[in-house]
């Protein structure tokens, strides 16, 4: 299933490696609360499908999901641990029919004119472009859509808090994600505080 709809209101989405699933909630409950409705738990550490579980348990109005999707059985976990997305850095057929087998919102990601075709094919007209800088940036997003003008894109992958504003005047992009926003060090720390203004930041992009 496409995800266009239900990211369509989040332009800027975290993008977390978490293993502190206590702390989960309380930084879930700090970006909603400065105005960023949407959430990116990766799945690279023991303590991501947990992290998700208690965001969607305990911040219901926060649209928590899972990245770094690598293989078909990572959908079922997602779904129940209330994951409402799912994003990964490439895609493949078997990903796209787990995708669609669990009726779950998923952004497939692709860097090629080639990959973007095949995945209109199988209806995605939203792909993750990652990893953004090292695959060209904006200048290769604009160039995907010349031909390819149906397509929105959701780069992630070397976005920082500067460039982020550029690619959000594109029209070619739907939101971009960005790891700037939980730099591990504040992480570690559990400094809300400077989360918090990283996150309003961000919002007012």
């Known amino acids: 299933m496409d995800a266009t709809e239900l990211l369509s209101g989040a332009r800027v989405v ?4 978490m293993d502190d699933p206590d702390f989960a909630v309380p ?7 400065a105005g960023l409705g949407a959430i990116e738990i990766t799945l690279r550490t023991e303590a991501a499908l947990d992290c998700i579980k208690r965001i969607a348990t305990k911040v219901p109005d926060m649209i928590v999901g899972a990245g770094s999707i690598r293989d078909r059985g990572q959908f079922t976990q997602v779904r129940d641990a209330g994951g409402r997305f799912a ?3 490439g895609h493949s057929n078997s990903l796209a029919v787990a995708a669609m087998d669990h009726r779950m919102p998923f952004v497939p990601g692709a860097v090629t004119a080639s990959e973007v075709i095949a995945l209109r094919e199988w209806g995605y007209t939203l792909v993750k472009f990652f990893p953004a800088e090292l695959a060209g940036g904006l200048k290769m997003i604009q160039a995907l859509s010349g031909p390819l003008p149906e397509a929105r894109f959701f780069p992630t992958g ?5 460039s982020a504003k550029a690619y959000l ?6 939101c971009v994600g960005g790891s700037w926003l939980t730099p591990k060090d504040l992480l570690a720390n559990r400094d809300l505080d400077a989360l918090s ?6 919002a007012a992009l």
């Open 14 to 17: 975290p993008v977390v490696v």
């Open 87 to 89: 994003v990964s850095p």
């Open 27 to 33: 930084l879930a409950e700090a970006f909603l609360e």
């Open 169 to 174: 005047a594109a029209p070619q992009v739907a």
């Open 158 to 162: 070397g976005i920082t808090a500067e």
């Open 197 to 202: 203004a990283l996150a309003r930041e961000a």
